[in-house]
């Protein structure tokens, strides 16, 4: 990596912190936790008084836990056990995380051929509204996004051997795999994306081992950990299971719905451990679906437009949190502020791909043209399904452009996981990072019009 990429990318991150401190600045103190992150602070406080993750129960009892990841709680802890379990620290560890994301989206757009390649890309990350104005959320899926991008930006660059990037990458998505488990799909990604630059089967086969090891390794304490304290082994938490069963429902109308409301399966009733709570619900839940595979799938257009349709989840976070201050119309507001800004971030990644030069590109400019008028429909996430087809339009040239590949795999990742349990506006920030990078990034083309991505090194 060179020096004037190390400044660029510096600077950006040093923006995006500002930006970042001013939001947390005024939150802390206001903003309470709320919804599941009054949980994760629950943890974070017991697992800084070295009480691991534990549950106190009304009776007094106490019981091992794992129900929700374990991966940010536990990075909340170990600043809590200096400062004491203040959310205006959980704010500031946010705020890093979204700055050092700027900088990486900076590697990420970058070319070495143009010295001002990849400001736009940390520029669009460090000042995208939903991004910032989620900054107060003791909430995972920012974070996530934001490992996401450190995790590829390490796997692409040249500044260390192949497999100190590969480690490097896998240790951070390690990480964010224990923040939000579902991130164990994007390992294969980083690592074929490390081989961007001469694509060799057999060396994508190597990166991807390496990069899906490590994460696997990074994670192995804490599913040694279930298998020895809960009732039955778990990979990172205990609750897919449920989350199968609640989007089976039609009661949600694809988003989550309370169990008690849907009616707990009676086989589940008289189970209490965490670990055989989960068997039973997931295994209702395969029962519904085998017995309705129709009905069930007739949810995944509802699934998805509760995850892509509604860009609010910091306005709904901060009315959730302080209802008095963040009243109906400052909801409307924020909520108006983040839902343009995703639109837009989607219409200049719908734009790039079309664009850029490779395979099929009269095509290309036509979807990508639909695509930024669907964007701005009710029903937004046709524009994102059209979004991930725009990007397999390019065939293998689509991993010759990290940040594109990246942000196609980000939002395809994120509809399948989504389709299968259930939706929620705030789960669309898993992939919004890599889609906002894609939206500052450009192509350039070869002599044979095939894309390149960045070179970060002389």
């Not at 951070?172 to 994007?186: D, N, S």
Request: net charge positive; glycine share 10%; hydrophobic share 55%.
């Amino acid at each position: 990596m060179t020096a004037e990429l190390r400044r660029r990318a510096l600077r950006v991150a040093l923006l995006a912190l500002v930006v970042r401190l001013g939001v947390v600045a005024y939150a802390a103190g206001r903003f309470p936790p709320a919804d599941d992150g009054a949980f994760y602070q629950a943890i974070a406080a017991r697992m800084a008084r070295g009480l691991g993750y534990t549950w106190a129960w009304p009776d007094g009892s106490v019981t091992f836990a794992a129900n929700y990841p374990v991966g940010y709680p536990a990075l909340l802890a170990a600043l809590y056990a200096v400062t004491g379990p203040r959310t205006g620290v959980a704010m500031l560890v946010n705020a890093l995380l979204g700055a050092v994301a700027s900088g990486a989206a900076v590697v990420l757009g970058s070319r070495r051929e143009e010295p001002q390649s990849g400001l736009l890309a940390g520029l669009v990350v460090a000042l995208e509204p939903a991004l910032v104005l989620y900054t107060p959320a003791l909430m995972t899926e920012a974070v996530a996004g934001e490992l996401l991008l450190v995790a590829a930006a390490i796997a692409t660059a040249e500044s260390a051997r192949r497999a100190l990037r590969y480690v490097g990458a896998g240790v951070v998505l390690g990480v964010a795999t224990l923040v939000r488990p579902e991130m164990l799909l994007f390992a294969p990604v980083v690592g074929v994306l490390g081989e961007w630059r001469a694509p060799n089967v057999r060396r994508a086969v190597l990166a991807v081992a390496l990069v899906t090891g490590t994460t696997l390794a990074a994670c192995a304490p804490w599913t040694l950990r279930n298998c020895m304290r809960l009732d039955r082994c778990a990979f990172v938490s205990a609750n897919a299971g449920q989350n199968l069963l609640i989007g089976t429902s039609p009661l949600g109308r694809g988003g989550w719905v309370a169990l008690d409301r849907m009616g707990v399966p009676a086989a589940c009733r008289t189970e209490w451990g965490e670990g055989g709570k989960d068997r039973c619900f997931g295994t209702a839940a395969v029962q519904v679906i085998a017995r309705s595979p129709g009905s069930w799938l007739a949810l995944v257009p509802a699934k998805l437009g509760m995850t892509f349709d509604y860009g609010t989840a910091a306005a709904y976070y901060l009315g959730a949190s302080n209802p008095e201050l963040v009243g109906e119309r400052a909801k409307t507001v924020l909520g108006a502020l983040e839902l343009v800004g995703q639109r837009i971030v989607l219409v200049l990644a719908a734009l790039a791909l079309g664009r850029a030069p490779g395979p099929r590109s009269a095509l290309r400019r036509w979807l990508g043209i639909l695509c930024a008028v669907l964007a701005f429909v009710p029903s937004a996430w046709l524009a994102f399904v059209l979004l991930v087809a725009l990007g397999l339009t390019l065939g293998k040239c689509l991993w010759k452009w990290p940040a594109a590949a990246l942000a196609v795999s980000a939002v395809l990742g994120t509809m399948l996981t989504h389709a299968v349990f259930f939706g929620a506006g705030r789960y669309s920030l898993v992939c919004l990072p890599a889609v906002a990078v894609l939206a500052g990034a450009r192509a350039r083309a070869t002599e044979r019009g095939w894309l390149v991505g960045p070179r970060l090194a002389d």
